[in-house]
Nanobody
Framework: QVQLVESGGGLVQAGGSLRLSCAAS????????MGWFRQAPGKEREFVAA????????YYADSVKGRFTISRDNAKNTVYLQMNSLKPEDTAVYYC?????????????????WGQGTQVTVSS
């Protein structure tokens, strides 16, 4: 079992930045690929970014590429999502997720554990 707790969400103006954190506890964090997803009201949950367990590979949804950066610190059992140049359409609840099978996927069903989410609101 892995427990995930997100933090760092909030209200920000368009063009601003936020840094989300996801702290993990339980099984060895460094064994898991990690992902960030988001869900806006009335919409499906969508993939944002993923990072390999060693941190040596990342990939992003086209909608955030060049603006968001995913990273991890295995010594701190934490994964981050740095979000720059935020847009109102980035408004959503952001979730981190852990994948034990290293599928490095953009599909939410491939992930084994989820946090409770943190709200990000971008005003225009």
């Amino acid at each position: 079992q892995v427990q995930l707790v997100e933090s760092g969400g909030g209200l920000v103006q368009a063009g601003g930045s936020l840094r989300l954190s996801c702290a993990a506890s339980g099984r060895t964090f460094s064994w898991y690929d990690m992902g960030w997803f988001r869900q806006a009201p009335g919409k499906e949950r969508e993939f944002v970014a993923a990072i390999r367990w060693r941190g040596d590979s990342t990939y992003y949804a086209d909608s955030v590429k060049g603006r968001f950066t995913i990273s991890r610190d295995n010594a701190k059992n934490t994964v981050y999502l740095q979000m720059n140049s935020l847009k109102p359409e980035d408004t959503a609840v952001y979730y981190c997720a852990a994948d034990y099978s290293s599928k490095f996927s953009s599909w939410s069903y491939e992930y084994d554990y989820w946090g409770q989410g943190t709200q990000v609101t971008v005003s225009s």
